[in-house]
């Protein structure tokens, strides 16, 4: 069958997609091979593909190609992530949109909506994999709330209790009020933001005296329960056993002294605000001041806040300054440039709250993980996050592991009795009623008596396990699987989440495996645009990569995204990358076609030229396989495409086919037509990685082939010997080769024409690359010679001069006048150039590069003269 003229990235793209899908060959179980394992980082459920997962599913799917080919087990595990606070906030839109408020539902009837809006949408990112060509074995698919995945989650939490390792308490957190939940301290970031700071004047009870303090959250002084001072502060030692009246409130609050304030910051005085500030906090505690909470849990203002309830805090904050202004108690205001806090997920500013949660013991268990970096137990590549993964480790704060959310695990602590003190801790509720009967010894306790703690874990609680719960190792720890898949071989993740994620896993790895998850984290770069700045929907600067995919092609969108993504450098991506990528695509397919549009004679000899040029394509490829190993063991991905990438375009479509071919309208002998064939099989095996659609159609179109004999599960080449000299020898030629085409162009000597080429050998060179010298520049015969040739024009390579006649090719009348007047041009401007050089004010003057400049452009005028020089003399001869 006729080959297509034009490759349908499209139609092939779904044809082998389906065809490895059918054929299974994703799939992986367990068997006597060596397994190559890695676990994808689970995507949001929530989420759609992006230009960040583009990048990261194309190396983890070149690195997973690859390992088919060498022969391992290979075995990629998808899978999502049920993304609480992300997901929790979709369905609660959703209801909303349809006039549900979430507060009317039972746990059970927002989670069936939860459950339904996860069937319906969840999982779409995984099918947009599948365009790419994500070799995924999608029979293992994982999702953090599948019900043997969520039991892993509860036993761990059972453990980690009882080990003592997980405590409840009432503790200071970061709280998101647009989520209405906790956040752990590495899920906020923190933002320089331009803000004021407000100068308050407070009366000093039972005086005419006041008391000046400076806040940036003037609406938090309805929850003030003390004015602090320093014991060393001279200024206010009248102050020392009074009380202030809080503006507004008008309640007393004691005068405090602690050497906590620093006299040189603000006004000297501090305002205490225990329930909003975790440094007020300490000092309340260590003062046993009360503690005035004024905000709800939305952010809006409590009864605490007077006449303000209800209001939105930054409204009420307006309004308060207002009324503090009126009443004249803002005594002036300051712009302050200030750090907030702001959420991961919903962007929403953080209010330092105080919260009854659960906490994880995190020192203790974070040595061994520490340790299993610093010592090259688990690699971090690029390793330039080693130091700041060593920052983070040691000094590592406790987990904040409970979420104000309904989606996701249940904690599964159990109250019994009148309040929140006391409780049981089991993987059931049945295991949970068993405890109780036992700590109270009542017999008659019934589940009713219980009450399940409401919140949820942190999903990174869940995900953290990942590596061991997608092969059920925790609640099956000697299964074959996890033996035998675990610990994987590389993870692929974004420097973001080194601490979210790759840190807890680690330490979740010793803790429940005695051992690492993964031998190596591969960490990217961020996708940004030509401005630099990161790729997102919100700024309007990312394209769609489906979009991408069905202008340019999968393939071709996979090498843009590498053409310039070096380990843990952003990738500053612009569009033309896929358009060269898909550029790359085209010439594999037309090299193809070149090769099928020839006659084959097998009663032809091989010609000699063809001989030596696959000689020495093959140790070209040896050689270029070589470095591509060496890139890819030391995870250089970027440099190891560009070494098949050049192998590719410049060895074997610009060089190799072009000594090979036969001349027009004649047929190729047999044995150099299936010793291509060989060679461009063993060239789609390392493409394969990298443009898994094109190569594989190749492959097929090549020779009928039976499944076993898929390209996919083809064998990745093994090393050969390399012939340097010979790889050598052939770059001289192509120099050559490359001088002959040069004269050939600038003097437009047709191609069809043959030349004779001299060489005045200076350097004696082999001779076994002459017949391909012969072939790719039309010459009839090559002599050597020992003096210059009369009439004929020349060029040289290194210490060789070439000598091409032209007689009758070319107006030797014409060439000596367009000759003559280069030369006279050339010495009028190296005259200028000396003369600029001989000026003694401008040599002592100018910038030294300025000189610099003037002197190469005199030493390229002397040698650009010389080589005029003698072609003249030549020609005059």
């Not at 779904?14 to 397994?35: A, L, Q």
């Not at 150099?672 to 443009?691: D, G, W």
């Not at 191609?751 to 012969?774: D, G, P, Q, T, Y």
Request: glycine share 6%; proline share 4%.
């Amino acid at each position: 069958m006729a080959l297509a003229l034009t490759y349908d990235s499209q139609k092939v793209e779904e044809k082998w997609y389906s065809y490895w899908m059918e054929n299974n060959y994703f799939h992986s179980e367990v068997d006597g091979r060596t397994p190559y394992t890695i676990v994808i980082p689970p995507p949001n459920v929530t989420g759609v593909l992006h230009m960040g997962h583009m990048l990261n599913n194309t190396i983890q799917d070149v690195l997973i190609r690859r390992a088919r080919l060498q022969g391992f087990n290979a075995c990629w595990v998808p899978g999502t992530d049920h993304a609480s606070i992300a997901t929790e906030a979709k369905v609660v839109a959703k209801l909303k949109a349809e006039g549900i408020d979430k507060n009317d539902l039972s746990r059970e009837e927002f989670l069936a909506h939860a459950w339904d809006w996860t069937h319906k949408h969840g999982g779409i990112i995984l099918e947009q994999l599948k365009k790419l060509g994500a070799s995924c074995d999608w029979e293992r698919t994982k999702f953090t709330m599948d019900d043997n995945m969520s039991a892993s989650v509860i036993k761990v939490f059972v453990d980690l209790y009882e080990k003592g390792l997980i405590y409840r308490g009432y503790r200071m957190v970061n709280w998101d009020p647009e989520a209405k939940t906790t956040l752990s301290e590495e899920e906020v970031i923190y933002q320089e933001k331009q803000g004021n700071l407000y100068y308050l004047s407070y009366q000093v009870e039972g005086t005419e005296d006041t008391v000046t303090i400076a806040t940036t959250r003037p609406e938090t002084i309805l929850g003030d329960t003390a004015i602090c001072i320093n014991p060393n502060d001279a200024r206010f030692s009248h102050l020392r056993g009074k009380k202030a009246i809080v503006p507004l409130a008008n309640r007393s609050i004691p005068i405090i002294e602690d050497d906590y304030v620093d006299v040189e910051f603000g006004t000297g005085c501090l305002k205490v605000t225990p329930a909003h500030d975790i440094n007020d906090k300490a000092l309340g505690d260590k003062h046993n001041l009360e503690v005035i909470d004024i905000l709800n849990d939305d952010g809006t203002l409590n009864s605490y806040g007077l006449h303000y309830a209800g209001k939105d805090r930054f409204v009420a904050r307006k309004e308060i300054v207002k009324e503090l202004e009126d009443l004249g108690i803002l005594i002036k205001t300051e712009s302050h440039l200030n750090k907030v806090g702001t959420s991961e997920r919903t962007g929403a500013v953080i209010e330092p709250k105080l919260s009854d949660q659960w906490f994880l013991n995190m020192k203790d268990l974070a040595q061994p993980a520490l340790d299993a970096v610093l010592n090259k137990e688990v690699n971090l590549v690029p390793d330039k996050f080693v130091n700041t993964y060593k920052h983070w480790m040691e000094n590592v704060r406790d987990w904040n592991i409970s979420r104000q959310l309904l989606w996701g695990q249940q904690i599964p602590a159990y109250f019994y009795g009148d309040g929140k003190e006391d409780f049981v801790v089991a993987e059931t509720a049945e295991a949970a009623l068993e405890k109780a009967k036992k700590v109270l010894g009542n017999e008659n306790l019934n589940a009713g008596d219980l009450i399940q703690d409401t919140d949820a874990l942190d999903t990174w609680f869940s995900s953290w396990l990942w590596p061991i719960s997608v092969f059920n190792g925790i609640l099956e720890p000697e299964n074959k699987e996890i033996n035998y898949y675990y610990p994987t071989n590389d993870l692929v993740t974004a420097p973001e989440i080194l601490f979210f994620w790759v840190a807890r896993m680690i330490i979740a790895g010793y803790e429940y495996r005695g051992e690492k998850p993964f031998n190596n984290v591969y960490l990217t770069g961020i996708v940004r645009d030509k401005q630099r700045r990161k790729m997102s929907k919100s700024l309007g600067n990312s394209p769609d990569p489906l979009e991408l995919i069905n202008q340019y092609g999968a393939d071709g969108v996979r090498v843009g995204m590498l053409l310039s993504s070096p380990a843990g450098n952003d990738l500053m991506f612009e569009e033309d990358l896929c358009k060269q990528g898909s550029g790359f695509i085209n010439k594999i397919w037309n090299s193809f076609k070149l090769i099928k549009s020839w006659n084959v004679d097998a009663s032809i000899e091989q010609p000699g030229s063809s001989k030596i040029a696959i000689a020495w394509y093959r140790s070209q490829f040896q050689k270029s396989l070589s470095e591509i190993e060496d890139h890819y063991s030391k995870y250089r991905i970027s440099d190891a495409l560009m070494g098949t990438y050049k192998l590719v375009w410049d060895d074997y479509c610009s060089w190799l086919l072009e000594m090979v071919k036969p001349p027009f309208g004649e047929a190729i002998d047999k044995k150099t037509y299936e010793e291509v064939n060989a060679i461009l099989e063993e060239n789609l095996k390392i493409l394969h990685p990298f443009t898994p659609f094109i190569s594989e159609h190749i492959w097929q179109e090549l020779k009928e082939r039976s499944r076993e004999e898929a390209l996919i599960i083809s064998k990745w080449p093994e090393a050969a010997e390399i012939d340097q000299k010979l790889i050598d020898d052939f770059s001289f030629a192509s120099e050559i080769i490359g001088g002959v085409r040069n004269i050939r162009k600038s003097k437009n000597i047709s191609f069809k024409e043959k030349i004779n080429l001299s060489i005045l050998n200076a350097e004696k060179v082999s001779e076994r690359f002459n017949s391909v010298i012969k072939k790719l520049g039309n010459i009839s015969e090559i002599s050597y010679i020992n003096k210059p040739v009369a009439g004929a024009l020349s060029f040289r390579v290194k210490s060789n001069e070439y000598f091409i006649p032209i007689e009758g090719a070319v107006d030797i009348e014409a060439e000596r006048i367009k000759l003559q007047e280069e030369l006279d041009y050339t010495r009028g401007f190296l005259k200028s150039v000396e003369k600029k050089l001989a000026n003694e004010r401008f040599v002592n003057n100018a910038p030294v590069d300025v000189v610099a400049v003037e002197k190469t452009k005199q030493a390229d005028a002397v040698a650009k003269i010389e080589v005029l020089e003698a072609s003249l003399a030549s020609l005059k001869q």
